[in-house]
């Protein structure tokens, strides 16, 4: 009886997931360039990119459909991300060296704060330096941003993974905004906890970005995606999230251990917090991670046959919400059969750094460290 009541959670948990991702699936669409006279100031901060950079700075200047200019704050770089692009050499290109690190930001926000002074255009564009920009990319956040009325304008890049540890971590960030987050009724309700943003790319109009004190105003943290929507809806602007995958391709990281630490540096800030991790764990643990074992435990003859046929649907449910998740978002399709080892992965992350927290104290990312008592 109890392994049936888990079996039917599991079903549960797992529609709820599935529902939300349908729905999400439907709206979530590449918006459409347009041609426009509007100067799209395309904003890169760069801290020791000398691998990324120069592939990112070139596919920015070959922006096509609206005039762009490009400038990348060379974040106190140990190597030769500046040489490198004042190499290229394009009138439209500039190097931004950005100053010391003050005292109570972390280096993101500064860098990207640093460069929003430096730049004319009416739209902002700030992407990360491992981000390829489409041609369209610009034209596309632009129009979308004019039609709409909004003042925030975001989307997650395809993710290029080449690597098993990869492929077990970066999938969580598709998965996660499209299964849970209902982005129709983000688009129709003002609510800030409704807004999200992917700090890869994401489009201000300049005047709201001033008004609204931009990176300035999350100088503190250290996630400037999920800090910047609900800054902008508070203030009275609109936000929204499109779909990124014909607009740009970012690898955010090339180790598993890497992609562990940066995606901890996230978690600080994101689902590692003594009342949301409870609930997560519940909600993925059950919907995600469940199913499959109870499913194998059926078909060896261990469940009750109404507790394998639950189990069954879950695990077909799980699956099947990933798959379109993953085939939607160009990810690749070997990440599907992972997927209960991802969600495991996920969780492993968010709980280690939800109890260290109070024994590290600190955030480290590229050389720096950060407290997070507060965050």
């Not at 109404?306 to 189990?311: G, I, Q, S």
């Amino acid at each position: 009886m109890i392994l049936t009541l888990l079996a039917l959670l599991c079903v549960f948990a797992a529609l709820l997931s599935a529902g939300v991702a349908v729905a999400n699936l439907l709206v979530l669409k590449t918006p459409a360039p347009e041609p426009d006279d509007g100067l799209v100031s395309i904003l890169i901060p760069a801290r020791n990119e000398a691998g990324n950079i120069a592939g990112t700075v070139r596919a920015a200047l070959a922006s096509t459909g609206v005039p762009v200019e490009v400038i990348v704050g060379d974040d106190h770089s140990t190597d030769a991300t500046a040489a490198i692009v004042t190499g290229i050499g394009d009138p439209r290109l500039r190097l931004a060296p950005v100053p010391d690190l003050p005292e109570g930001w972390t280096g993101k926000n500064h860098a990207c704060a640093h460069l929003a002074t430096q730049a004319r255009g009416r739209w902002l564009l700030f992407i990360d330096a491992d981000v390829t920009l489409e041609p369209s990319a610009a034209a596309a956040l632009a129009a979308r941003a004019r039609h709409t009325g909004t003042a925030l304008v975001s989307a997650v890049p395809r993710q290029r993974m080449d690597t098993s540890g990869e492929r077990l971590t970066v999938p969580m960030i598709n998965f996660l905004l499209v299964g849970y987050l209902p982005m129709p009724l983000m688009r129709r309700l003002p609510n800030p906890s409704l807004a999200t943003a992917c700090g890869q790319m994401v489009l201000f109009d300049a005047e709201a970005y001033a008004a609204t004190g931009g990176h300035g105003a999350v100088r503190a943290f250290l996630h400037d995606g999920v800090r910047l929507a609900p800054l902008f809806r508070r203030a009275g602007y609109r936000t929204d999230l499109v779909a990124g995958a014909e607009l740009a391709t970012c690898r955010m990281y090339d180790t598993f251990p890497a992609a562990w630490a940066g995606f901890s540096k996230n978690a600080h800030e994101g689902l590692a917090t003594p009342r949301a991790l409870p609930l997560w764990t519940a909600l993925l643990g059950l919907g995600h991670l469940l199913p499959l074992p109870l499913l194998g435990l059926g078909l060896l003859g261990l469940l009750p046959p109404e507790a394998t046929a639950l189990a069954g649907a879950a695990s077909a449910l799980s699956l099947g919400t990933r798959a379109a998740i993953t085939l939607a978002t160009r990810e690749p399709a070997a990440t599907i059969p992972l997927h209960p080892v991802s969600i495991a992965v996920a969780l492993a992350i968010q709980w280690n750094v939800l109890l260290r927290r109070e024994r590290a104290g600190a955030a480290t990312w590229k050389g720096r460290s950060y407290p997070v008592g507060g965050a």
